[in-house]
């Protein structure tokens, strides 16, 4: 309950109201994003010669099914399966203390471990780069990876850290009085990325 | 900044939080860094005025597995041994900018009072005959691992009820979470306000045994104990131990509970006390986890996410 709480201010607003519904528009509908996932899975066979050593890491909530539809289509594409998990980065978040304690995410990695492996990172919405420190600073903890790569379905831009994706579904230029919502089947009975006006909010320090 | 003193201040929705906090930050004893970043540059006061090893380790470890900087102060060897009231002494770990501060008392209510004292979070580690909350959470985290769920689980709390502060805790947290929960003890081991508590009470342990999915034997506190509540250590152990026999006529899937330290031959067997079904040492590992889960929704956020208000300035 209170783990999806946290998911959706991490995508910004949440499943928005009916009345915001009005006001929002749809950027990527289902097929879109069905697209942009087969085409990050050929990105990352390309980039690691055919997915050798690739573990996929989603990052809670949104990020882990993503993580699980490349694992997917990587398969199809290639016939080899990629081991596939989910991190999280609760513990390592730089704002816990602007906020009440929050519920933790599920962290799940593959029997395979970290160590040796290319871990490719996957999230929903890359903004500031914080989430992805946080990741980081999470997967130091648990081994040594050979490399860490980023892929993300939609980069909104306004890093605040030197951060950039390996991987992007969508290349989505915003303002900072826009929110970026995504929709997953998996959670919202649709796929669909979302931009509308941002709630007022203390800052936007939650968002990728 | 919020405490918690009673296991009874936890809602249904803050005490499944704790639970489930609690089963992700099991992970951390498989990682190859077995720590969190997370209280980095926040400091917990380990205040002891009664022995303990178990459960001060287990606060001081968990403490440092979140990088909490940890001060242990026990009784012996500190101004409490000149004569410094709880107050005095309270008043200068709040001089230091105590962050959190886990108190243990001879005194019931101790932990109540020290929260009207200090601005930091106060952890109830065992007040007096009153509460022993962070034990209570760890009993009914086991109870979840090994059983799967906790709605009406039939729970039998065994022994010294009156001097128990791990019995008060239990049902009240149990009741919460909607267990069933039978307290079984003579009649002069049960404390007289006893009827107000949201449980069954009943002095025959033969005839609960059999229809208990938990079985919890607590320890008689011989040391609390000024007058006779029981002819002889055998009549009780006869009555009230949990031996093979009786081991035998439990249901096959139930559990044996201990907070320990146990008396083998008294209120437990050591057959019984050993056999896979018996949970003493998972408890134990279950406890670092839940305390750790305790100190970070305390002292993790802006606000903490469980506990009462109360000593608020």
Redesign the interface.
Known sequence: ??AQKRAKSDVGEGSPARADLDRTRAVLEGPEIGRALTRIAHEVLERTKGGEGVTLLGIPTRGVPLARRLAERIERVEDRSVPWGSL?IT??RDD????????????DIPAEGIDDRVVVLVDDVLFSGRTVRAAL?AL????RPRAVQLATLVDRGHRQLPIRADYVGKNLPTSLRESVTVLLDEFDSRDAVLVGPAKARPAPEEEH | MRHLLSAGDLSR?EAI?VL??AK??A?VSG???K????LRGRTVVNLFYEDSTRTRTSFELAAKRLSADVINFSAKGSSVSKGESLKDTALTLQAMGADGVVIRHSASGAAHRLAGWVDGAVLNAGDGTHEHPTQALLDVFTMRERLGHLEGLRVAIVGDILHSRVARSNVLLLHTLGAEVTLVAPPTLLPVSVHTWPCAVSYELDEVLPKSDVVMMLRVQAERMKDAFFPTAREYSRRYGLDRERFARMQRDAIVMHPGPMVRGMEISAEVADSPRSTVTEQVTNGLSVRMAVL???????????GNQEGQA
């Open positions: 309950m209170c999280d513990m390592y816990l203390r602007l906020a009440p304690a929050r519920a933790l995410g599920r962290t600073d130091n903890d648990l081994g | 929705d939080l489930d906090t992700e930050l992970q990682r190859s860094v720590k969190y970043p997370t970070y929704l305390l002292l993790g956020g802006s606000e903490s996410g469980i």
